[in-house]
Structures are given as C-alpha cells and as structure tokens.
C-alpha cells in the first residue's frame, strides 16, 4: 500500500523568502512521486516528479524537490517565492513500475504568499 | 507532455437528471483511466480505476450504479453521474497512463458539477 503524508495543511510566507513544503510517503515498491499544483478553481499542473534517476529533481517555477529515500521524504522547495505561487500544493506517490496503479494524493497544503 | 482533454469543464444541471463528462487522450493510448472527485478545500480521492475494454474497479463507498463508467476505447472514458443529487456537486478530474506516456499519469483539466 502505497501513502502521502503533507506535514502542514497551510503555509504563509513573505513574498521572496524560501518555501519549503513536506512531505512522507510509504510505499512498497519503487515509487514515482509527484507535485501538483492547484490554483482556486483550476485543474491540476505538474510542478515535477521523480522516477529512480536523479534524487534532486528540478520543476517549472523555480520549484525543486529531493528524494531521500532514508527520510522517506520528498520535500518541495523554493528559494523565493512570488505572490503568483500561493494555491494548493499536492505531494503524490505512485508505483513506478506499474501503470494500473493510480496517483495517491496528499490532503494538500496551502501556501499563502504575503506581501 | 501528453494532453487529457476533458468536457465539459463545468455544467449545471437539475437535481435527478444525468450528466457525462467526457476524457480524452489526445496524443497516447490511455490503457488506464482514473477518475477523481474533489470537495471544496480537499484533497482528490480516487473513485474508480477502468482499464480500456474491461469494467471498472470502484473503491470502497463509491455507487457503481450511480457513477457509470466505460471506458471503451484507448482515448475516451466517460463517467455519467445518474439521478444527480445536491451531494454530487463536486469537482470531477479524470487521469490518464498508457502506452507512449510513460510512468506519469496526465490530468484533464476537471469538470465542476453544480446540482441545482
């Protein structure tokens, strides 16, 4: 079985400090992991993913995340954010090797960006 | 990366009747399908799971009487959501993997069902 956890449902930073938004998974198998990002109102976009090659994995936006497999983490970062980047934040694990295997979604954190 | 359409992208309907949301893979073989619903300020909880030419797999507490899914071709599944209700209000998102799209599951754009 294969599960997310989003360490925080909500996060408030000042417009250019760092984000960081967390994230656990368990998993039984190799997993592929994901963030997604969800603006008000709007469908899903893919910030980045990480599929076995390079444990630090670079997205759209500025977005980066590492996969450490021995924290069983993949922690979203960000070293300035912009206001544009305040919506919902999902962290989703699948089965790398399988493609039956649906996206299993974190509850989500929001990132409110201040000015 | 490889495009889900999904439609329409929002629709109004009166309470009883049936609405289908279309999804469609536009530039791979969707082998498999997911659909998705969304509460307002929560997270996707994964409905249904439909493999091309077989019938799907519902997770537990989903009407597989209510939520009809077929999904009979390799780029369009549907989903008809039968004797709509005010409590089916929500925001659907169907995803899909298959052949040509690698590992990665593509999301449609969702649909926001309002039962009036």
């Known amino acids: 079985a294969q599960s997310v956890t989003q360490l925080d449902s909500h996060v408030s930073v000042s417009e250019g400090t760092p984000v960081l938004l967390r994230c656990n998974y368990s998993?039984?198998?190799?997993?592929?992991l994901f963030w997604y990002v969800q603006h008000p109102n709007k469908g899903l976009q893919l910030l980045l993913k990480y599929t076995s090659a390079a444990t630090l994995v670079k997205g759209i936006n500025g977005f980066e995340a590492e996969f450490k497999k021995s924290e069983t983490s993949f922690h979203l970062t960000k070293p300035s954010a912009h206001m544009s980047d305040a919506a919902e934040y999902f962290c989703?694990?699948?089965?790398?090797?399988?493609?039956?295997?649906?996206?299993?979604f974190g509850k989500g954190t929001r990132l409110s960006v201040i000015a | 990366g490889a495009v889900v359409s999904q439609h329409p992208s929002w629709v109004i309907c009166k309470s009883g009747t049936s609405v289908k949301i279309e999804c469609r893979s536009l530039d791979f073989q969707a082998t498999t399908m997911f659909w998705y619903r969304q509460f307002p300020k929560q997270s996707l909880m994964l409905m249904a799971t439909s493999n091309e030419g077989s019938k799907a797999t519902y997770e537990q507490g989903v009407e597989k009487d209510k939520f009809l899914i077929n999904h009979a071709s390799l780029t369009l599944s549907t989903l008809t959501v039968t004797s709509a209700h005010p409590e089916d209000s929500s925001f659907y998102i169907c995803?899909?993997?298959?052949?040509?799209?690698?590992?990665?599951?593509?999301f449609g754009q969702g649909t926001r069902l309002t039962v009036v």
């Open positions: 998993s039984s198998y190799s997993p592929s």
């Open positions: 995803s899909a993997r298959g052949v040509g799209a690698g590992f990665e599951a593509f």
């Open positions: 989703v694990v699948s089965d790398v090797n399988s493609g039956n295997t649906p996206l299993v």
